[in-house]
């Protein structure tokens, strides 16, 4: 079997891994002759390069990857296509789903297990991390995956082994951005949501549209939703069913007022499941954070928050809980200008001191223009390397508390390592 992969976005480079991992052949293409390659699974040996002008071609035995143009009749070729969920919507991919090659219309084993999607602005991973220990220690076997900006390795992933293996139930973590997407790939039968929160503006533009986009995809389905959540009535209008939750109150490891919201999400999902409430109250009671989502690390004096809190609703709930002396923040990228709304945050906290590292990219001077504008008076830092933030780590090590997080998930979960070691030595 042989696939089209078009767009090398984080979904187009976790589809074109999961692929070739999977024994297909592939042909791939993006128009970008800049797009960024790193994490594509290209071997070294037996490739070659074949330059024209600007654009470019690496062919292997069982690849073709196209930068800077695309060959429609490799496209034609092949037996199936996965495209960028951001194509969604467009002509192409109407062109696609109407000749039937989309990989989840080629590929439908999936389409027969029992699905539960989870989406929301924060707390989607966490959430359904918790639910998946849940069912397996209920004896189900679940396959989980999805939103590959999550950590998972992406929508067309989940297709593929499904169509390998056998599971009774598939868990998939819904980007908000590619909801219309989601909703063609997988038949869901309950859905739940975490939050709605200020983040990917740069694509829904406002609340209103995010909500839209929400009504659209509870459409007759079965929906779980917090007791107080907003827009509450036009997503039950929306619904064939919603079911409310509440915060758990269970003994939970994991930190925050926000993870009793993602808990007690997991269990209103399990308890309509008939999941037995012994079962969810020890796996809810045994839960560890998820790597680069928030936990707690003592060194020293001081304890450590570290935890991916790219945009302002997740950093001010943390910042809630506790009093932080230093407050580190990984920067994103250039182009997602909304997401310097979490400096704003953090300004408004009046930490004595600021250090900006690294998240998604290194984009300190915007960063440090933001604060500028907003006149914070306190101490700021630039740490370049990881051993540069573990160094202003140990000299906050006797206050009470430091914050780390901000965008970038590969560096923050690095950051924890480095400082579940430091504290594991020391404490």
């Not at 490799?74 to 696609?96: H, N, Q, R, V």
């Not at 406002?206 to 939703?225: M, P």
Request: aromatic share 10%; hydrophobic share 40%.
């Amino acid at each position: 079997m042989r696939a089209a992969v078009i767009g090398l976005g984080v979904e187009g480079k976790k589809a074109f891994n999961s692929l070739i991992n999977h024994g297909w052949d592939v042909y791939a293409s993006d128009l970008n002759v800049n797009v960024d390659l790193s994490g594509l699974d290209i071997p070294k040996l037996d490739m070659e390069l074949i330059k024209r002008g600007d654009s470019f071609s690496f062919i292997s035995s069982n690849f073709v990857l196209d930068i800077g143009f695309t060959n429609p009749d490799e496209i034609d070729d092949c037996d199936a296509i996965a495209i960028s969920p951001s194509m969604w919507g467009g002509s192409f991919a109407s062109k696609i789903v109407e000749n039937g090659k989309l990989l989840c219309d080629v590929l439908t084993k999936h389409r027969d297990l029992f699905t539960i999607g989870i989406t929301g602005t924060n707390g989607k991973t966490t959430t359904v991390h918790m639910l998946k220990e849940i069912l397996e220690n209920a004896g189900k076997k679940v396959l989980v995956g999805g939103n590959g900006g999550g950590g998972f390795e992406g929508y067309y992933d989940l297709i593929l082994e499904a169509n390998e293996k056998d599971y009774d139930i598939l868990l998939v973590e819904v980007c908000d951005m590619t909801l219309d997407f989601a909703n063609y790939c997988f038949d869901f039968d309950i859905v739940g949501l975490t939050n709605m929160g200020n983040d990917h503006m740069d694509v829904h533009k406002t609340v209103a549209n995010y909500k839209n986009s929400l009504v659209r995809f509870f459409k007759d389905k079965n929906i779980v939703i917090a007791y107080n959540q907003d827009f509450k009535a036009d997503f039950i209008d929306s619904a064939s069913n919603s079911i409310p939750y509440f915060e758990s109150q269970e003994e939970l490891q994991v930190f925050g007022e926000f993870n009793r919201c993602n808990a007690g999400l997991a269990t209103a999902i399990a308890i309509e499941l008939k999941i037995k409430k012994n079962i969810i109250k020890e796996s809810l009671n045994n839960f560890k954070a998820v790597a680069g989502r928030l936990d707690v690390y003592p060194l020293n004096d001081s304890l450590i928050y570290i935890g991916k809190t790219d945009n302002s609703d997740a950093l001010a709930s943390v910042l809630a809980e506790n009093n932080f002396y230093a407050i580190f923040i990984g920067t994103p990228r250039p182009h997602e200008k909304h997401r310097l709304d979490i400096l704003d945050e953090v300004v408004k906290y009046n930490p004595e001191v600021i250090v900006l590292f690294p998240g998604l990219d290194d984009n300190f001077e915007v960063a440090k223009y933001r604060l500028n504008s907003l006149n914070y008076e306190g101490r700021v830092e630039i740490a370049t390397s990881l051993d540069e933030i573990i160094a202003l780590v140990a000299e906050f090590s006797h206050e009470e508390a430091m914050l780390i997080g901000g965008n970038g998930q590969d560096v923050i979960i690095d950051i924890q390592e480095r400082i579940r070691l430091l504290s594991q030595n020391c404490n």
